[in-house]
């Protein structure tokens, strides 16, 4: 059974910093992208940051030089270095992983910036 499981979200102040961490298990071949997108209030879901197994790296303008996307393979697991945060960024922060002509997505975790 495939999971993919999020984790790290929570409530800081603006300035501050958090990591998101996410897992993939249950998967056996060819994991290609993984990656974050958010969803805020009364927003679509967009792309924050997303990284090939080759370790190519795509960011929303929106978080470039704040936010640093990585992963390790060998563990099927992306993380996402969230710093100098903004009220604008609160939102529920999703995992999205792909190979093939798979896409799983995690169930998201909340992250809240107070001003």
């Known amino acids: 059974q495939v999971q993919v499981v999020e984790s790290g979200g929570g409530l800081v102040q603006a300035g501050g910093s958090l990591t998101l961490s996410c897992a993939a298990s249950?998967?056996?071949?060819?994991?290609?992208?993984m990656g974050w997108y958010r969803q805020g209030p009364g927003k679509q879901r967009e792309l924050v940051a997303d990284?090939?197994?080759?370790?190519?790296?795509v960011y929303a303008d929106s978080v470039k030089g704040r936010f640093t996307i990585s992963r390790d393979n060998a563990k099927n697991t992306v993380y996402l270095q969230m710093n100098s945060l903004k009220p604008e960024d609160t939102a529920v922060y999703y995992c999205?992983?792909?190979?093939?002509?798979?896409?799983?997505w995690g169930q998201g975790t909340q992250v809240t910036v107070s001003s």
């Open positions: 249950g998967i056996i071949f060819g994991i290609s992208t």
């Open positions: 990284i090939s197994f080759a370790g190519r790296t």
């Open positions: 999205r992983v792909t190979g093939g002509k798979y896409e799983y």
